[in-house]
């Protein structure tokens, strides 16, 4: 079975330009998870999706990230403008359930904002 | 509020020799709770995961955790230690009443392993 699959791999922008990432999740996983993992931090919820419905973008920074994951399958995640402190490592995961305690993770995208 | 603390940000071993990560959670009820290690460049994979029942928990490459509610610990351990297991590990915890599938995650342990 493939995994999660992100890309890029990496990405290295300006402040204030913008930047998109793109996730597949596992085929059939109905449930997607963005995550923000800054260097030397545990991995953050950033948004949650069941199939093409937000469930939990409590702690998206609204005002510069997007989201969106139109026909329930692969997504995209936006940041514009970009910021120095939004350097950091961006995990998407994807899990069978909603509540989904077994989630699994993409390789994820390094982004580095100078 | 909920949280998950791992108190050790690096760990060293020596190769053959037994290993021990703590991991200590909050919350108000008894989370489920997840290990996942993180290899240089790689995405999160998860070692094992305790939900309820045998506080005990057998995962994979050898690794263990045992739930502990008194402590509020759910530490991971290996009997021995291979070269191969030098990584970063993440202890994670869900609230299981939650209607998302949010988890908390520790700080990271960075396991190296002398030779």
């Known amino acids: 079975e493939a995994g999660v699959a992100q890309s890029p791999r990496y990405k290295i922008i300006e402040k204030r330009q913008s930047v998109a990432f793109w996730c597949n999740p596992i085929s059939g996983h109905a449930t997607l998870y963005w995550y923000q993992q800054i260097l030397g931090q545990g991995p953050k919820l950033l948004i949650q999706f069941q199939n093409n419905g937000v469930v939990d973008d409590s702690q998206l920074p609204k005002d510069r990230f997007s989201a969106e994951r139109l026909k329930g399958v692969d997504s995209t995640l936006k940041i514009q403008p970009a910021k120095l402190e939004d350097s950091a490592v961006y995990l998407c995961?994807?899990?069978?359930?909603?509540?989904?305690?077994?989630?699994?993770f993409g390789p994820g995208t390094r982004l580095t904002v100078t | 509020a909920q949280s998950v603390t791992q108190p050790d940000i690096h760990i060293t071993v020596s190769e053959g020799a037994s290993l021990e990560l703590r991991c200590n959670y909050s919350?108000?009820?008894?989370?489920?709770l997840f290990w996942y290690v993180q290899s240089p460049g790689q995405g999160l994979q998860l070692l094992l995961k305790?939900?309820?029942?045998?506080?005990l928990v057998q995962g994979i490459k050898g690794f263990e955790a045992e739930f502990k509610r008194s402590q509020s610990s759910f530490n991971l351990r290996k009997p021995s230690v291979h070269w191969s297991d030098a990584a970063e590990y993440f202890c994670?915890?869900?609230?299981?009443?939650?209607?998302?599938?949010?988890?908390?995650f520790g700080q990271g342990t960075t396991l190296q392993v002398k030779p």
């Open positions: 305790y939900f309820s029942g045998d506080t």
């Open positions: 994670a915890g869900h609230h299981g009443s939650s209607n998302t599938g949010k988890l908390i």
């Open positions: 919350y108000g009820a008894t989370p489920y």
């Open positions: 995961a994807s899990s069978l359930m909603l509540a989904g305690y077994e989630q699994y």
